[in-house]
């Protein structure tokens, strides 16, 4: 399998406090990779690192070979990786399809226009309509966001980030806020659209311990700024120890 991201004996410090020590992990084709760990385990500042929002203390941040470090996600998104947040980034006074016609325009480079100009872009129009299809909001393309269901502006939140055409992408708790009745719904339907939309890799930063055994190839623990376990799901649910560091309770996550 290819490698299409990496760290090597990264560290990351704010003053004196080291919030990431000598952090290596991977992901290759193919994977879907779950990172877990406790509140101030590091979680954030290692997502931050990989989307090119900071820039290593020390050691290397790589995607594709190479060095990312600090790039910004803009930069970071015309190479091929793109993030979709915990919170929900849609602008509420826009419809469904100018949402995702922005970041069409985005990846095409495009000159930002006016959306009763960008209505005319034949080219921005089908790739709209190709991502709402993928993720079910084609008949929802003139409504504005702000009255979408909870689990639908998170669907809208997801396909703005795969308009951007990434190889990789980062769900960061893409199913928090929404009823545990559509949480695996809505994470199927995103592993279905990274698959239709020609993604090789996806890393998850979830706390729903549920849709990580489910979804998971591998499982990356961290606790105290390192690496605790970088295991794939059967290992890792078996072992209680692993578990009650990680999530406070030895059974019955």
């Known amino acids: ?11 990351k410090n704010y003053g004196v406090f ?32 990989l989307t090119g929002l900071l820039s ?16 910004g996600p803009v930069a970071l998104a015309d190479q091929g990786m793109a993030r979709a947040f915990q919170l929900i980034q849609i602008f509420p006074k826009l419809t469904v399809a100018e949402t995702i016609a922005a970041a069409v325009v ?39 966001a702000a009255s979408l269901s909870q689990g639908e502006k998170k669907l809208l939140d997801v396909a703005s980030a795969f308009a951007l055409d990434p190889q990789v992408i980062l769900f960061d708790e893409p199913t928090s806020g929404v009823s545990t009745a559509d949480k695996h719904a809505i994470m199927k339907t995103l592993i279905a659209a990274a698959k ?20 998971s190839n591998r499982i990356i623990a961290l606790t ?28 019955g996550y």
């Not at 399998?1 to 560290?11: A, D, G, H, Q």
């Not at 020590?21 to 290692?46: C, R």
């Not at 970088?230 to 072992?239: A, G, K, V």
């Not at 120890?241 to 990680?246: A, F, G």
């Open 1 to 11: 399998m290819s490698l299409l991201l990496e760290t090597r004996n990264v560290s």
């Open 18 to 49: 080291r919030a990431l020590e000598d952090v290596n992990i991977s992901v290759h084709e193919n994977e879907l990779v779950s990172v877990v760990g406790p509140n101030g385990a590091g979680k954030t500042t290692l997502v931050n690192l």
């Open 56 to 71: 290593p203390t020390s050691g290397e941040v790589l995607f594709m070979g190479k060095n990312i470090a600090g790039v």
């Open 106 to 144: 985005s990846r095409q480079k495009k000159r930002w226009r006016l959306f009763s100009r960008l209505s005319g872009d034949a080219q921005v129009n089908a790739r709209v309509r190709e991502v709402s299809e993928i993720f079910g909001l084609h008949h929802r393309l003139n409504t504005v």
């Open 196 to 215: 239709l939309a020609g993604v090789k890799g996806i890393v998850l930063v979830e706390h729903d311990m549920d849709l990580v055994a489910a979804y």
């Open 224 to 251: 105290g700024g390192r690496v605790l376990a970088d295991l794939p799901p059967e290992r890792f649910f078996t072992d209680p120890h692993l578990i009650e560091t990680v999530i406070g309770k030895r059974k």
